[in-house]
């Protein structure tokens, strides 16, 4: 990995870490603290083609710039649970 890469993923484990604090000191009511051990940033980019059509991708970072694909792949599923709970009408 370049240079420029690791410090980007440096950053973003900063950025994890302290919004995992913050979330734990919101949440703080005796219960055991937590601490970020896997994360995946989701992106999603888009664009106006020549034509005028919204084409876009996604871009998975996962921490650090790589992790088992199992881990990776758990988190997303995971995070789709919670999203469809959330949205639920019921």
């Known amino acids: 990995m370049d240079e420029r890469s690791a410090a980007a993923y440096r950053k973003l484990d900063e950025v994890v870490r ?3 604090a913050i979330t ?3 949440s703080d009511q ?3 603290r937590y601490t970020a051990t896997d994360y995946v940033l989701i992106v999603g980019a888009q ?3 020549n034509d005028g059509d919204r084409v876009g991708y996604i871009t998975v970072y996962p921490q650090n710039g ?3 694909s199992y881990i990776t792949t758990g ?3 995971q995070a789709e649970g919670f999203l469809a ?3 639920d009408p019921e």
Do not use: K, Y
Request: proline letters at 10%; a negative charge; charged letters at 30%.
């Open 85 to 87: 709970a959330a949205t």
């Open 30 to 32: 005796g219960e055991p």
């Open 24 to 26: 734990e000191d919101e």
């Open 66 to 68: 790589s992790q088992p």
């Open 18 to 20: 302290e919004l995992t």
């Open 75 to 77: 988190l997303v599923a």
């Open 47 to 49: 664009a106006i083609d």
